[in-house]
T-cell receptor, first 115, second 113 residues
Framework: DTAVSQTPKYLVTQMGNDKSIKCEQNLGHDTMYWYKQDSKKFLKIMFSYNNKELIINETVPNRFSPKSPDKAHLNLHINSLELGDSAVYFC??????????????FGSGTQLSVL | AQSVAQPEDQVNVAEGNPLTVKCTYSVSGNPYLFWYVQYPNRGLQFLLKYITGDNLVKGSYGFEAEFNKSQTSFHLKKPSALVSDSALYFCAVRDTGGFKTIFGAGTRLFVKA
C-alpha cells in the first residue's frame, strides 16, 4: 500500500536511553517532516528535509537528530531521553515544499513513553 | 509570524444538526489554509484546503469551509453531522512560499446520536 509508515508504533524506555524512530514513504514525495504531539494534542513541527537537505530545524534540543539517507526515509534519533520527551511523534511527507500549497500525508505516529 | 487560533476546545452537536468548527489565522501575505482530522490513535488526514478562488471550499466526507479575508477566518462546516464525525479537528496555515505548516491547538468534535 502507498503510505507513510513509521516504526515502532509504541516505544517505552527508561530515562537516559538512546532511541530511534524510523519513517518511510513510498509516495514519491520530495519533502518529509517530523512533528511532535504533546499530551494536550498540540502539534509542533520539529524538522523538515527536502531532497535530503535540512530546511526546517525548529528550536529542538540537540539531543534530537534527524537523518535522511534518501528522499524516501527520514529517521529521528533521540539521545539521553528525558521524561519531557514523552509524546506522540508523527512523520509526514508532501510532494513539494516550495509552493506551500501541498497537503501533508501523515504516518500513524509513534507513542514514546519515557519512564 | 503566522499563527492559527481555534477558540473552542470542544464542540458538541446532535447527529443530523449542522456543525461549525471555528478557526482564525494570522499570516503575512496570502494564506494557504487547511483542515485536517485526527481519529483516535491515528495520524492526521487531510480534509480540504483554500489556496485561492471561491471562498467556499468543499472537501472530504461532506465537509466544507468558508474563507473570510476580512475576518481572517476559515471555519469548517457540515450541513448534517454524523456520529462518525466525532474526532479531533486541526486548522493549519502556511504562508506563500513558506516551508512550515503551523497547526492550531485542535478542536474536539462530539456528535451525539
Amino acid at each position: 500500500d502507498t503510505a507513510v509508515s513509521q516504526t515502532p508504533k509504541y516505544l517505552v524506555t527508561q530515562m537516559g536511553n538512546d532511541k530511534s524512530i524510523k519513517c518511510e514513504q513510498n509516495l514519491g514525495h520530495d519533502t518529509m517532516y517530523w512533528y511532535k504531539q504533546d499530551s494536550k494534542k498540540f502539534l509542533k513541527i520539529m524538522f523538515s528535509y527536502n531532497n535530503k537537505e535540512l530546511i526546517i530545524n525548529e528550536t529542538v534540543p540537540n539531543r534530537f537528530s534527524p537523518k535522511s539517507p534518501d528522499k524516501a526515509h527520514l529517521n529521528l534519533h533521540i539521545n539521553s531521553l528525558e521524561l519531557g520527551d514523552s509524546a506522540v511523534y508523527f512523520c509526514a511527507s508532501s510532494p513539494s515544499d516550495r509552493g506551500g500549497w501541498e497537503k501533508l500525508f501523515f504516518g500513524s505516529g509513534t507513542q514514546l513513553s519515557v519512564l | 509570524a503566522q499563527s492559527v487560533a481555534q477558540p473552542e476546545d470542544q464542540v458538541n452537536v446532535a447527529e443530523g444538526n449542522p456543525l461549525t468548527v471555528k478557526c482564525t489565522y494570522s499570516v503575512s501575505g496570502n494564506p494557504y489554509l487547511f483542515w485536517y482530522v485526527q481519529y483516535p490513535n491515528r495520524g492526521l488526514q487531510f480534509l480540504l484546503k483554500y489556496i485561492t478562488g471561491d471562498n467556499l471550499v468543499k472537501g472530504s466526507y461532506g465537509f466544507e469551509a468558508e474563507f473570510n479575508k476580512s475576518q481572517t477566518s476559515f471555519h469548517l462546516k457540515k450541513p448534517s453531522a454524523l456520529v462518525s464525525d466525532s474526532a479531533l479537528y486541526f486548522c493549519a496555515v502556511r504562508d506563500t512560499g513558506g516551508f512550515k505548516t503551523i497547526f492550531g491547538a485542535g478542536t474536539r468534535l462530539f456528535v451525539k446520536a
